[in-house]
Structure formats: C-alpha cells, structure tokens
C-alpha cells in the first residue's frame, strides 16, 4: 500500500479545496482503516466550510465530510466485526477534529461503521448515514414509531424528511409529510400524503386529515417557525422530534395537549465519544430495510469527483440539488 493519499483540504473559512498529498493514516486499536470511494455531502459540511457551525467543533485547516461508504483495507487491534475486502459505510467524522470523508483513506472508529447494503452502489451508500441515524434516533429511539400511528414529517423530501417518511412507513404509522408543490409526486411515492404547507394552514391541513385531532407524531426537519407549527399540528398526549430544536419556543401548546418533545443532536457520539456502536448499530438496521426495499436515498444524478468538489458544496448553498449530493473519490 502506498504511504500517501489524496485528500481535500479547507484551509480558511469560505475558501477554496486543497486537493494535496499527504501521509495515509495507519489504523490504530479499535479503528478501521477504510479505502473510501464516495463522500455524501450535507449542508453541515458547507457550514462547518463558511465557519458558522461552532456545535461541529471542527476547526479549520481540516478534512471535511461526515458521511462515507468504501472498503475496508485493514483493521486494528481488537477489531473483529471487519475484515478486508469488507464493503462499509458510515458517518464517521468531519466534525470534532476527526478526519472527514474527502480523502482516499482515514482511519476510524469501528463502532460507527457497518456493512454496507448489498442492493445499493457505493454512491447510494454514501448518501445514507447521517440522514438515516438521524431519521432512526427521532422516529425509533424518542418517539417509538409503531403501527397505526399517525406520523407528521415536515419537509418530507429533503435528506431526512425522506429518510423519515420512509423509516415511519416500514415501522408501521400512516405517514404524511409537507413538501414543496413540486415535490408532491416524489413524496407520494413514498408511500405518505402530501401537503401542501404553502398553500394550506396548519389548522387547515390538521382540521382535514385527522379531523381536528392531531398527529399522534411530528418529525421537524426544519426548525424555527416549522417547530412552532409542529407544535401545533401534534395531537393531545402526542410527540414531537425536532433535528434542528435550536432558538427560543413557547411550550405552552404541547403542554395544553399534555404533548412531549425530544430533540435529536445526531453528532454527540462523535464528539464526545459516547454511544458510537449505536450508529453502527442503526446503520446495520438501515441495510435490513434497504436490502429489504423499503429504504431508498434520493441522489442528486450530477456526478462529483475530489476535483469538483467545490461545485458539490456550491450545489447545496445555491439550493440547485435535487436529492442527497455524492462525491466520488475513486473508482467501485
């Protein structure tokens, strides 16, 4: 193996990728060392870029990229789930000073990896994990998604909302979700009913699909007003996740309706170092469903090498990517 990688470097806030050579990580107790292939990209990597992500803690000079699917070339002291040749994906750094995924090789912690889907290319793997360990954490861990519940996923065609919609309809709830117009067919699709929130009031859309009542879970995505909203959509004694529960909110409607809400902060066991195997864990429930067809990232088609990766970021920022954006790193 050679002693040297290929990797993209951000050296300034806002600035240009370095594409340069530097040492190739060794794996050490407990790591893997992973041949990566494709990198997902998420609009925390454009934030972390732009220095406006302080809750990612990952200074610059860095290595960006939280998502990764690729090979294992080889592992560590005391690893024994993997072995070479093995086919991973996983998010597994680009935050806390942890090397990130633009880059040909990086060494990582075991716990967070898991084998890839069988069914799906390394591109489709890699659009996968953050988005997915997000969707899980909030539907199956906080708010235990089951059978004939009634699920709200607001903004149900972006990167987690379609993670969500399609986790809540193989845990069994009937599923509806807001979306853009254009976005209704894709959400329909999936299996949930779309609303329109452009168009359509919350008390509106409540008033029409659960006859005033409520729904029984609501997935936010979005944060801001569309949690306030979520407050208001949810019914008496029901649930409320929220991936983005950041600034100021009145409680008083869910505390009216006897209501709850958890909030989903996806990074914490990267940063802290805390609960790792349990996103591997996830992720090897997330094969089953994909492998079982009832799981399916939505990619952007735009292919993206390490090369172009600025223009992968740019896709995200000018709001032009239709689905999860994927840069190849080398060849499958």
């Known amino acids: 193996m050679t002693t040297t990688m290929k990797a993209a470097i951000v050296e300034t806030q806002n600035g240009p990728f370095r594409i340069t050579d530097i040492a190739r990580p060794q794996p050490d107790a407990g790591q893997v060392l992973v041949r990566i292939l494709a990198s997902g990209v998420n609009p925390l990597d454009t934030k972390i870029r732009a220095g406006a992500a302080a809750h990612a803690r990952h200074p610059l000079p860095a290595i960006l990229g939280l998502d990764l699917a690729g090979v294992v070339e080889a592992v560590g002291p005391g690893v024994s789930p993997f072995r070479p040749g093995d086919e991973v994906y996983g998010m597994t750094g680009g935050v806390g000073g942890l090397q990130g995924s633009l880059a040909q090789y990086v060494a990582v912690d075991a716990d967070l990896l898991a084998l890839k889907p069988a069914n799906l290319t390394m591109r489709e793997a890699a659009a996968l994990p953050l988005v997915a360990i997000t969707a899980w954490e909030g539907l199956v861990d906080r708010a235990k998604a089951g059978p004939g519940q009634t699920l709200l996923v607001q903004g149900g065609a972006g990167g987690v909302g379609h993670m969500a919609v399609q986790i809540g309809r193989a845990m069994g709830a009937t599923v509806y979700a807001t979306a853009h117009a254009e976005d209704?067919?894709?959400?329909?699709?999936?299996?949930?009913?779309?609303?329109?929130y452009a168009t359509e009031t919350v008390a509106d859309y409540v008033g029409r699909l659960t006859g005033g009542r409520g729904?029984?879970?609501?997935?936010?995505?979005n944060g801001g007003a569309v949690l306030d909203a979520s407050f208001q959509a949810v019914a008496r004694f029901g649930h409320v996740v929220s991936a983005l529960g950041w600034g100021s909110h009145a409680l008083a409607p869910l505390s009216f309706k006897g209501a709850t809400y958890s909030g989903v902060f996806t990074l914490a066991p990267l940063l802290s170092g805390v609960g790792r195997a349990h996103h591997g864990e996830i992720l090897t429930q997330v094969s089953t469903l994909v492998e079982a067809g009832k799981l399916l990232p939505r990619l952007d088609p735009r292919p993206y090498t390490l090369d172009t990766v600025a223009d992968a970021h740019a896709a995200l920022t000018d709001r032009s990517a239709t689905g999860k954006v994927v840069v190849s790193i080398s060849r499958e």
Do not use: H, K, Q, W
């Open 215 to 221: 729904f029984e879970l609501v997935y936010d995505t």
């Open 184 to 196: 209704a067919e894709y959400v329909r699709s999936l299996g949930a009913t779309p609303i329109d």
